[in-house]
């Protein structure tokens, strides 16, 4: 490599202001908009639930059948997406037969006759088609 060559290089200019100085055009200064103290807001006004849906009525006794149908399907085995043969997924099984035993004892108290016969026989069920379905091969 030549002299020549190497002074063909980068040249690096120090284009910042300096501080002896004066600056080419002074920014001008505005004053900082005055704050306006925010809206008051109201308290959220509690909402009743609705009467009823469009598919009818929300209940415990929806909620305790729609689990317990999904528990019931996981014990019998569901056909896989290609077809196959039906499989049982007894970890899923039992993940929702706790959560039916979780809400029978955190609603113990406040549920009504209809609700507590009808918990009680879905869990009750699914126990025993569990305990089956885990003595039975496949």
């Known amino acids: 490599m030549s002299d020549s060559e190497a002074d063909q290089g980068f040249r690096v200019r120090d284009r910042r202001g300096r501080a002896d100085e004066p600056a080419s055009s ?13 809206e008051p807001v109201s308290p959220p006004q509690p909402v009743s639930p609705p009467e009823s849906t469009a598919g009818g009525a929300r209940s415990l006794v929806g909620l305790f059948i729609m689990l317990g149908s999904v528990a019931a ?7 896989d997406s290609g077809g196959g043969q039906a499989k049982r997924d007894l970890r899923q099984a039992a993940e929702l037969i706790d959560v039916l035993v ?3 004892e955190k609603t113990e108290g406040r549920r009504t006759p209809e609700e507590t016969k009808v ?20």
């Open 26 to 38: 002074p920014r001008p200064v505005t004053p900082p908009e005055p704050m306006t103290p925010p």
């Open 73 to 79: 399907a996981a014990l019998e085995g569901m056909p």
């Open 102 to 104: 979780l809400l029978r």
């Open 119 to 138: 918990l009680h026989e879905v869990v009750y069920g699914l126990q025993l088609r569990y305990v089956e379905a885990t003595r039975r091969p496949g």
